[in-house]
C-alpha cells in the first residue's frame, strides 16, 4: 500500500478528533479495517475511498496522494 494513503487518512482523522473505532462506525466500517489500513496491510477499495472522502468533505485524489491542499 502506498503509505501517502495511510498517512493521509491518519492525518485527516488527526485534524477531526477521531479515533479508529469512532471512523469506522461514521462510515459504516469495522475497525480492524481501518487498522489495516493504518498499518499497511491492507488497501481502501474504492467504495472505501468514496466513503472516506465524502466523509471527509475532500476528494480520493488527496486521500492517495496525487493531489494536495
Same mark, same amino acid.
Given at each position: 500500500?502506498?503509505? =501517502? @494513503? #495511510?498517512?493521509?487518512?491518519?492525518?485527516?482523522?488527526?485534524? +477531526?478528533?477521531?479515533? =479508529? @473505532? #469512532?471512523?469506522?462506525?461514521?462510515?459504516?466500517?469495522?475497525? +480492524?479495517?481501518?487498522?489495516?489500513?493504518?498499518?499497511?496491510?491492507?488497501?481502501?477499495?474504492?467504495?472505501?475511498?468514496?466513503?472516506?472522502?465524502?466523509?471527509?468533505?475532500?476528494?480520493?485524489?488527496?486521500?492517495?496522494g496525487?493531489?494536495?491542499y
Open positions: 500500500m502506498n503509505i =501517502q @494513503v #495511510a498517512q493521509r487518512i491518519r492525518e485527516l482523522m488527526k485534524e +477531526n478528533g477521531l479515533t =479508529q @473505532v #469512532a471512523l469506522a462506525e461514521k462510515i459504516g466500517l469495522r475497525q +480492524n479495517t481501518i487498522s489495516a489500513w493504518l498499518l499497511g496491510k491492507k488497501e481502501p477499495s474504492i467504495r472505501s475511498l468514496w466513503l472516506l472522502a465524502d466523509y471527509f468533505n475532500t476528494d480520493i485524489d488527496y486521500i492517495v496525487r493531489k494536495d
